[in-house]
T-cell receptor
């Protein structure tokens, strides 16, 4: 079954501490993995995609196919990082034609304390 | 224009009302999506349109009726909703068969 698992509902850290938001997935093909972020009262926005291998706002994420993981990391948390973070998997489904579909994890609320 | 826009921002309706949500994008995307998001939950896919044709219906009740009148517009017609349908309704768009989706700010719907 296609699934994205984020084991932590809430992660609370102090400013300047390292952050790691966990994400594991199951998918029978070759998915694309994303991290989306939703700040309070703002739209859901893309933070990272695994194929770009870039660092955005100090966050990085590495796809580990052996462990089927795509954990999000940042060495030093900032208060403005407080938000809901969703790991998502995009794969191809066939419903007559091919369509991509995003499957979201349940989300982790990151709270960075001053 | 690189944004997905949604109107209205907020909507309150009774269970006997008929209303519509509107989504618009001018990024040339030919795939558009409706999601439903309950508080502190991830978005749940409802419908996918590809080249203005309905591609996926995730077993959504018929009181939700999507429409894609052209490549830039996506509507969601609402009729005889239930209080449990109260949620944030998100629209998204993407290139067809591209994996990255761009989300609108959502319409917060309250059904009384």
């Amino acid at each position: 079954a296609q699934r994205v698992t984020q084991p932590e509902k809430l992660l609370s850290v102090f400013k300047g501490a390292p952050v790691e938001l966990k994400c594991n997935y199951s998918y029978s093909g070759s998915p694309e993995l994303f991290w989306y972020v939703q700040y309070s009262r703002q739209r859901l926005q893309l933070l990272l995609r695994h194929i770009s291998r870039e660092s955005i706002k100090g966050f990085t994420a590495d796809l580990n196919k052996g462990e089927t993981s795509f954990h999000l990391k940042k060495p030093f948390a900032q208060e403005e990082d407080s938000a809901m973070y969703y790991c998502a998997l995009s794969g191809r489904w066939r419903y007559g034609g091919a369509t991509n579909k995003l499957i979201f994890g349940t989300g982790t609320l990151l709270a960075v304390q001053p | 224009d690189t944004e997905v826009t949604q109107t209205p921002k907020h909507l309150v309706m009774g269970m006997t009302n008929k209303k519509s949500l509107k989504c618009e994008q001018h990024m040339g995307h030919r795939a558009m999506y409706w999601y439903k998001q309950k508080a502190k939950k991830p978005p749940e896919l409802m419908f996918v349109y590809s080249y203005e044709k309905l591609s996926i219906n995730e077993s959504v009740p018929s009181r939700f009726s999507p429409e894609c009148p052209n490549s830039s517009l996506l509507n969601l017609h609402l009729h005889a909703l239930q209080p449990e349908d109260s949620a944030l309704y998100l629209c998204a768009s993407s290139q067809v068969l591209a994996h990255e989706q761009f989300f609108g700010p959502g319409t917060r719907l309250t059904v009384l």
